[in-house]
């Protein structure tokens, strides 16, 4: 899928580092800002019918109150958030100005942590 948000090469390189991660697993790809977002990748077996923009702002709006929440955390920083759905699981990577979702079936721990490791990696690059 063409992004209108992305340089090619970098919507390529997102969705091809969720991919190597995941395999079949991967559901989708989708690459956002707090006003706009381009889906750069859908499993052919869902339907195109989600109502993204509604999500995201949610989800801007929690990545806010999370990362104040957590602030002084034993923890540690906050790196990235994990919904676990009816369905499948969603995996959000998120820097100050956008962010990517990351939709799959069922994975380990440490296919998250690669995941999200490789998309930020990208994001931080650019």
Do not use: C, P
């Amino acid at each position: 899928m063409d992004s209108d948000l992305l340089a090619g090469d970098v919507a390529d390189q997102l969705v091809t580092a969720a991919r190597t991660a995941t395999g079949d697993r991967l559901r989708s790809v989708t690459y956002f800002t707090r006003t706009d977002y381009d889906q750069l990748y859908l499993r052919e077996d869902l339907e195109r019918d989600a109502d993204v923009m509604s999500f995201i702002g949610h989800e801007w709006h929690d990545f806010k109150n999370t990362r104040n929440a957590y602030r002084s955390s034993e923890l540690g920083g906050y790196r990235h958030t994990i919904r676990v759905f009816e369905n499948g699981y969603l995996l959000r990577i998120t820097t100050d100005r956008d962010g990517v979702f990351v939709t799959t079936d069922g994975l380990t721990m440490s296919d998250f942590e690669a995941v999200a490791s490789a998309v930020l990696s990208i994001l931080d690059d650019r």
